[in-house]
């Protein structure tokens, strides 16, 4: 496997472990509202699931933006001056219509309003499809600038010099020769 594909196994794994912490949030208080989860036999938004829903993935939005930002793509930078987050919670209230429409579909046209049925709707179906637009959204629209550098290099730039060898800049000293980086060649400026 490439140092390509193994990146993006990383990130998928480690997204698919944020989304499921921040799932498995969402889906307590949305059964929690709803069903009641066993605590009470009066839930307070049977009649509301939709708006169980939302409020049950906002606070699951929040979860995961902390988390995606910090673990699953953290070796990404965003191109957005406030870090991604208008973005991210664009796309994210727009890949919420997917599992509520599997809701409302379950709900008003195929008139099941039990707890499994709920869960299939929204958490399975509607929440895979969301899912899966989610990751491909925020790897495209949001973290779509990698960062793979070494950290000793963070926030360098490689510049050609004499010899075929490679420098970074902002390096005081070459790495192989020890000679002063700034006093080499700047070599051809479409090169990177």
């Given at each position: ?116 049925a709920d869960n299939i709707a929204a958490n399975v179906v509607g929440l895979g499809l969301g899912m899966a637009a989610r990751f491909y959204l925020f790897r495209q629209v949001i973290f779509s600038q990698k960062n793979y550098a070494p950290a000793s290099l963070a ?38």
């Amino acid at each position: 496997m490439g140092p390509r594909q193994k990146r993006l196994l990383d990130e998928t794994l480690r997204f698919l472990a944020v989304g499921g912490v921040a799932t498995f949030v969402a889906f307590v208080i949305f059964n929690f509202l709803v069903h009641g989860f066993y605590v009470t036999d009066n839930p307070w938004m049977n009649a509301q699931p939709t708006i169980a829903y939302v409020f049950a993935n906002t606070v699951g939005m929040v979860i995961s933006y902390r988390g995606t930002r910090s673990w699953a793509f953290k070796n990404r930078e965003t191109a957005h001056a406030d870090g991604g987050r208008s973005a991210y919670v664009v796309i994210n209230l727009a890949t919420m219509t997917l599992p509520i429409a599997c809701l409302w579909i379950s709900r008003n046209l195929l008139d099941y309003d039990s707890a499994f049925a709920d869960n299939i709707a929204a958490n399975v179906v509607g929440l895979g499809l969301g899912m899966a637009a989610r990751f491909y959204l925020f790897r495209q629209v949001i973290f779509s600038q990698k960062n793979y550098a070494p950290a000793s290099l963070a926030g360098t730039t490689a510049m050609p010099i004499p010899g075929n060898c490679v420098v970074a800049r902002g390096a005081s000293r070459h790495p192989v020769t020890g000679d002063d980086a700034s006093s080499a060649p700047q070599g051809d400026p479409r090169l990177p």
